[in-house]
């Protein structure tokens, strides 16, 4: 859970485009190829540490996101048997629940990718096809969009904010998918 020893000036003013700080690429140690594809996705520490202030509002409106994620997830048949054959309704959202507060612990470190790996694996085993895993992920982020611009934040927060959720549920997709 390191930073990279130089730092890249990429943060741009909403309205001039212009640099704004210097930021901090999250990198994590003997992770090379990682490191790279979170660089690629611009995840910074910044982010990391508005996810931490995240948190409470997510944890707020939790029952919400993981309803209308199973409502929608159960409105295909095949995701519904899929769903019943090894697990349950119930159990799930719990599951799920937990790990999106996860993910706004802010701590992308070696346990955060084992479990998402861990989680992938599960997946895969229960014959979840990776298109459905995608809509899924979408299905999610339309969730969390709408929560975010419901806050009533200024414009060039609300952006912020998007910005970091959508790199963040990328990089799930980029483990789970791998
Ligand atoms: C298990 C997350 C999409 C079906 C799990 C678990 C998590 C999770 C955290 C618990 C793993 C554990 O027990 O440690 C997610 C996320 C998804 C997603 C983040 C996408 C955004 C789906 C979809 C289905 C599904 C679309 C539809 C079939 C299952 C099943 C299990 C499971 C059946 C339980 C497997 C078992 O316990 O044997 N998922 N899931 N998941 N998920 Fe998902």
């Given at each position: 859970n390191t930073s990279e020893e130089s730092p890249e000036v990429h943060s741009m003013d909403s309205k001039n485009l212009v640099p704004t700080a210097t930021q901090f690429f999250h990198t994590l140690d003997g992770h090379e190829e990682l490191n790279e594809q979170m660089r690629m996705i611009d995840l910074t520490e910044e982010d990391l540490t508005l996810l931490r202030l995240l948190k409470p509002v997510v944890e707020r409106d939790i029952d919400i996101i993981t309803d209308q994620f199973y409502k929608t997830v159960l409105g295909v048949g095949k995701l519904e048997a899929i769903i019943l054959e090894h697990s349950s309704i119930e159990r799930l959202k719990k599951?799920?629940?937990?790990?999106?507060?996860?993910?706004?612990?802010?701590?992308?470190?070696?346990?955060?990718?084992?479990?998402?790996?861990?989680?992938?694996?599960?997946?895969?085993?229960?014959?979840?096809?990776?298109?459905?895993?995608?809509?899924?992920?979408?299905?999610?982020?339309?969730?969390?969009?709408?929560?975010?611009?419901?806050?009533?934040?200024?414009?060039?927060?609300?952006?912020?904010?998007?910005?970091?959720?959508?790199?963040?549920?990328?990089?799930?997709?980029?483990?789970?998918?791998?």
């Open positions: 599951t799920l629940k937990q790990h999106i507060i996860e993910i706004f612990d802010g701590n992308v470190d070696e346990h955060y990718i084992a479990k998402r790996l861990s989680i992938a694996k599960i997946h895969k085993r229960v014959g979840l096809e990776p298109k459905w895993y995608l809509s899924a992920f979408q299905n999610l982020q339309n969730v969390f969009i709408t929560a975010v611009y419901n806050q009533s934040l200024k414009e060039n927060e609300t952006l912020k904010v998007v910005q970091t959720i959508t790199k963040l549920l990328n990089l799930e997709q980029q483990l789970v998918l791998e």
